[in-house]
Structures are given as C-alpha cells and as structure tokens.
T-cell receptor
Framework: IAGITQAPTSQILAAGRRMTLRCTQD?????MYWYRQDLGLGLRLIHY???????GKGEVPDGYSVSRANTDDFPLTLASAVPSQTSVYFC?????????????FGPGTRLTVL | GDSVTQMEGPVTLSEEAFLTINCTYT??????LFWYVQYPGEGLQLLLK?????DKGSNKGFEATYRKETTSFHLEKGSVQVSDSAVYFC???????????FGTGTKLQVIP
C-alpha cells in the first residue's frame, strides 16, 4: 500500500513558468488537501476537496488552482510561478471515523522559484 | 476562529530525558486533537490523537491527554531517544469543512 504519492520530489522553476504538482492516493479517501509549509508559519491550507468533482479555497489560495476529476488524484497548478511560492508542498487525504477526520500526508514536494 | 499554540522551539534534550511539549487550543465546540511528527525530509505522520475530553492518546512511548478545562493537549515522553529528533505539530479538527488547524511546530533535538 503506497498511501499518498507526490511528484516531483523537488523542482527548481523559473518565475513565470507554469507548474503542476501531482498527488495520488490509493486509500479511497473522499477528502484531499494541499498545504504549503514555510519556516515559522507551520502548515497553511491552500485548497481542499471534500469529494471528487468539488473543490474549495483554503487560507492561501491565490496563485494556485486545483482540480478533482476522480477520487485518487488531486493536482495543484501554479499558473505563473513567483518567488514567494518557494516552499515545501504537502498533499494530504482524510478519512472520517465517527465525528473525527484524520489526515494522512504525502512525502512533500520541495519547490524553488527563481 | 480555531487556533493552536505550541511552545517555541527548538527543544534540546539529552537522551533518556523527560519530554514535554506544550499545546493549547482555541476552538468552537468539542474538537478532536492530534499530534503529528515530521522527521527530516519527510511528510507529517500521525503520532497520536484524542477525540473527547479526558481521552489519552498514546503511541511509541508518547502520550497526551485531552484536557478540556485547560484547553490543552501536552505531549509527553518519559525517556527520549536520539531517533525522536523531529518536528512535532499539534493540531485540531473541529468539523465543518474537514479542515485541520495546525500549530507552528516544535523542533526537538535529542543529543546522545
């Protein structure tokens, strides 16, 4: 069982370029999330999807877009990368047990925008 | 809104020392509480959780008790090892949009 996979592992990107970070889960979780992790700021939610076909904005959505065509995949796209988007990006999925959602994380993508 | 406050790091301990990482929260209703651990270069892994007041979550020698009266979920371990060196995140889930609120993380360094 792989859990959540992310690709690429790391990427250096020129400002202004378009980039898609890939995320795939094999746990059949309905909900998926994208976070960015920056030193001193912890994890901040970019976008989420409660189920296939629906998406929502988190606390830092500007400059990012997502799609959820099926249960397993949740790609994150930077339409025109800027240096402030240099960060480590984590994809997560969650499962509901009773009234609690528990999130599970991928290994991350380290993105540098020059 | 919901928030989680963790003690500032880094925390440096000698091997076999007692560990406490403080976590307090603000939330509406009755949230579920979590501790995640992030080893260098890796993603976050769920360490333990508690879903209601007075519950104790435990795993790998770590434990935390959900204290509603003090809105706290402090992480403890009786004897840390070098392999416990990592960043620890406290988090809460209060329902609604299936979003988890994370603290900023506490880096733990254990020296031999």
């Amino acid at each position: 069982i792989a859990g959540i996979t992310q690709a690429p592992t790391s990427q250096i990107l020129a400002a202004g370029r378009r980039m898609t970070l890939r995320c795939t889960q094999d746990m059949r979780h309905n909900a998926m999330y994208w976070y960015r992790q920056d030193l001193g700021l912890g994890l901040r939610l970019i976008h989420y999807s409660n189920t296939a076909g629906t998406t929502g904005k988190g606390e830092v959505p500007d400059g990012y877009s997502v799609s959820r065509a099926n249960t397993d995949d949740f790609p994150l796209t930077l339409a025109s990368a800027v240096p402030s988007q240099t960060s480590v990006y984590f994809c997560a999925s969650s499962v509901r047990s009773g009234t609690t959602d528990t999130q599970y994380f991928g290994p991350g993508t380290r993105l540098t925008v020059l | 809104g919901d928030s989680v406050t963790q003690m500032e790091g880094p925390v440096t301990l000698s091997e076999e020392a007692f560990l406490t990482i403080n976590c307090t929260y603000t939330a509406t209703g009755y949230p579920s509480l979590f501790w995640y651990v992030q080893y260098p270069g890796e993603g976050l892994q769920l360490l333990l959780k508690a879903t209601k007041a007075d519950d104790k979550g435990s795993n790998k020698g770590f434990e935390a008790t959900y204290r509603k009266e003090t809105t706290s979920f402090h992480l403890e371990k009786g004897s840390v090892q070098v392999s416990d060196s990592a960043v620890y995140f406290c988090a809460l889930f209060s329902g609604g949009y299936q979003k988890v609120t994370f603290g900023t993380g506490t880096k733990l360094q254990v020296i031999p």
